[in-house]
């Protein structure tokens, strides 16, 4: 079974603070994904990356960055966090193209106060 | 450019009956449609994927989907709802054979009542 997972469930930060999320897939897949899922607008794409070190901008990339180092970790990072940055966040992965089926983790729900 | 529409956001049923969830879709190229569901605090499971193939599409725990192009439709069905498929449900698309953004609809949630 495709394992991927995040480093935390539950995550409460302050506005101005680096926050990292992490995610981890065991499954050695090229693709790694990042999205927000907000209620009323499904999920969207922040970044992906397709190998080590490539990485592109999704949909709504602004506010964030992103780092793979490795090819089973793909880390998404708030530079300074803001409030609406508030949301749940998913990595995915997948083994082919991105129109190949791609892999859920359990997701991380940040709240900045 | 691409899109997805899912026509309900909240759909009711009771248990035993029919499920049907829709989901319009554009897309200027050939489109790869996928269903996914969420539990409750749960990651997303992939439901059933159609990659031009057969036109209807069989997935897990009793779901099946139809790919209809004259429509530009792929409505999700279950002969018969179980409480356990409480869940949100996503229609996605994305475009075949080529490294392409998926594009998520904003969901349709299925409760299941007694």
């Known amino acids: 079974d495709v394992k991927v997972t995040q480093s935390s469930r539950y995550l409460v930060k302050r506005t101005g603070e680096k926050v990292f999320l992490e995610c981890v897939q065991d499954?050695?897949?090229?693709?790694m994904f990042w999205y927000r899922q907000d209620p009323g607008l499904g999920l969207r794409l922040i970044y992906f990356s397709y190998d080590v070190k490539m990485k592109e901008k999704g949909d709504i990339p602004e506010g964030y960055s992103v780092s793979r180092e490795k090819k089973e970790r793909f880390s998404l990072i708030l530079e300074s966090a803001s409030t609406n940055q508030t949301s749940m966040y998913l990595c995915?992965?997948?083994?082919?193209?991105?129109?190949?089926?791609?892999?859920f983790g359990p997701g991380t729900r940040l709240t900045v106060l | 450019a691409q899109s997805v529409t899912q026509l309900d956001s909240h759909v009711s049923v009771s248990e035993g009956t029919p499920v049907l969830l829709r989901c319009n879709y554009s897309s200027s190229y050939s489109p790869s449609l996928f269903w996914y569901v969420q539990h409750p605090n749960k990651g997303l499971q992939l439901l059933l994927k159609y990659t031009s193939a057969a036109t209807l599409v069989k997935g897990i725990n009793g779901f099946e989907a139809e790919f209809k192009k004259s429509e530009t439709s792929f409505h999700l069905t279950k002969p018969s709802a179980h409480m356990s498929d409480a869940a949100e449900y996503f229609c996605?698309?994305?475009?075949?054979?080529?490294?392409?953004?998926?594009?998520f609809g904003t969901g349709t949630r299925l409760q299941v009542t007694l």
């Open positions: 499954m050695d897949h090229e693709n």
């Open positions: 996605v698309v994305s475009k075949t054979g080529t490294a392409s953004k998926l594009t």
């Open positions: 995915a992965s997948s083994l082919m193209g991105v129109s190949d089926t791609q892999y």
